[in-house]
Structures are given as structure tokens and as C-alpha cells.
């Protein structure tokens, strides 16, 4: 059958073929550390670069559309996710970040089943289940300072603030389409929330990014439910943690 032409690779994102392409993003996380020092985050290494090149991946070969962040605490992956921008000089794709800033909601029981999953023949991170709420609160004002520290340019961003189910998805998002989501809340609600409010934007070819799914259960509840009720069956892939584990999961829509 005929190759698939540069206008169809825009239109629908170019499938993911293999493992992530990260020598990309290991030079630009190696240019904002030597910037701004240790990056302010939580997420592991392997977690940042795997963001960064999804990320990459979105401006060189499509879809077009916004990238999408769903829980941003003190601003590291959004930093990186900007870098990658810049660095690309991606002209149209804004990075929303959206957070209530008041840290995680209400805890639910779907947060307290744990079970050891397997992505991709990686098996899970340990189950985190004691979170309560209002952990992982950082302001606003916090991630612009850390913004600032990096020397990342900062027009591309928009910030949201606010419980997702209240805020998301905005205008802007419904006008521009996504192209990626990136979902780091952790819970189960908050999991939900997001995807159900994003995902029906979220163009042909565009990425989904769940920080949580290998040791949070709510948050892989969540994302199975969703999956499950929606008839997505887009194969998942694990970034492994270079311990034989893994955290983060992602997948392509088709």
C-alpha cells in the first residue's frame, strides 16, 4: 500500500514505532539542569525524558494540537515540556497546565485496591495508597519562580487553575485540539476528571501519558475504566525505571 504522505503524518500523528527516542531530550533536560540546576519535580529521570520526547515526538510529526498537563505541583514537567518547545520552536502548540493548587482532592476507596500490574512484560512500582488531601500542594506563584530559575520562554503556557471538573477542558483547548496529555493527579477522581473532560479532544495520533498508572490503583482504575467503557484498545507502554519497573505508562490514539 502507498506510504502515507507529510500532510497525513500532521493530520494524524505519526505511529510510535519502538522504544522512545530520548538522546533529544537527554541533551535539552542536560541544558536546563546546567540553566537552573536540579529540576523541580518528584517525577524520576526516565519519567522527564520519557515526557520530553513524547512531547518531541508531537512537534515533529503530529498531530496538530495543544499538549495538555493534569496536575502540575511545582512546575518540572511543564518546565521540561517547554524546553522542548523552545527548542523546537513549535510556532502554534501551547502547553496548558492545569492544577487546583490546593494538592490532591478527596481520597476514595478505588485509591486503596492494590494489585502488581504488568506493561510490556515490566512489572509495577509499589502500591502507593496513604495520600491524603491537600498533599502535593504547591502555589502558583512557586511554578513561575521555577519558570523563571530554568529561563524557559513562558508565552507558549497557559496555566489553569482550578479542580479539573470545574475547569477543564477550556475554550482555548475546544478551539486548538490536543495533541497530548500528560495526566499526573495521582487519584482516582482526579484521573477520571481529566481524561473524561480531554480525551473526546484529543486528535487521531495524539498521546496519552498516565505518571501514576504502576503505583497509584485509583489512578490505574481510572484509566482502565475508561478504556474499557470507551472501546480503546490502543496497546499500552510501560517506561521502564532502569530497575526492571515501571511508573508511567502511555499509548497512541488511533
Known amino acids: 500500500s502507498p506510504q502515507p504522505t507529510a500532510a497525513h503524518w ?5 505511529p510510535l514505532a519502538g522504544a522512545l527516542p530520548a538522546r533529544f531530550a ?4 542536560d541544558a536546563l ?3 537552573g540546576g536540579r529540576l523541580p519535580s518528584v517525577v524520576t529521570e526516565p519519567r522527564v525524558l520519557g515526557t520530553m520526547a513524547l512531547a518531541d515526538h508531537i512537534i515533529r510529526h503530529g498531530p496538530a494540537g495543544d499538549i495538555v498537563e493534569t496536575g502540575v505541583f511545582t512546575g518540572g514537567t511543564a518546565i521540561a515540556m517547554l524546553a522542548v518547545l523552545e527548542a523546537r520552536a513549535a510556532r502554534t502548540t501551547r502547553l496548558w497546565a492545569a492544577d487546583s493548587f490546593r494538592g490532591l482532592p478527596e481520597v476514595v476507596h478505588a485509591d486503596a485496591s492494590c494489585a502488581e500490574r504488568t506493561v510490556g512484560g515490566i512489572s509495577s512500582n509499589e502500591c502507593v495508597r496513604h495520600k ?15 519558570i523563571a530559575r530554568h529561563s524557559v520562554e513562558r508565552h507558549r503556557l497557559r496555566v489553569v487553575e ?6 477543564l477542558p477550556t475554550p482555548g483547548m475546544r478551539r486548538a485540539g490536543i495533541a497530548m496529555i500528560r495526566l499526573d493527579g495521582d487519584l482516582y477522581a482526579s484521573t477520571r476528571d481529566a481524561l473524561a473532560a480531554l480525551y473526546p479532544l484529543l486528535r487521531r495520533g495524539g ?3 498516565v505518571d501514576d498508572y504502576g503505583s497509584f490503583p485509583g489512578c490505574a482504575r481510572a484509566i482502565d475504566e475508561y478504556r474499557n467503557a470507551h472501546g480503546i484498545s490502543a496497546k499500552l507502554h510501560s517506561i521502564d525505571e532502569g530497575n526492571g519497573r515501571f511508573e508511567a505508562v502511555y499509548w497512541q490514539k488511533r
Open 207 to 209: 498521546l496519552v501519558y
Open 10 to 14: 500532521r493530520a494524524e500523528g505519526r
Open 132 to 146: 491524603q488531601p491537600g498533599d502535593f500542594s504547591a502555589g502558583r506563584a512557586l511554578v513561575e519562580r521555577n
Open 33 to 35: 539542569l546546567a540553566r
Open 162 to 167: 482550578g479542580w479539573f471538573n470545574e475547569t
Open 26 to 29: 537527554r541533551r535539552q533536560l
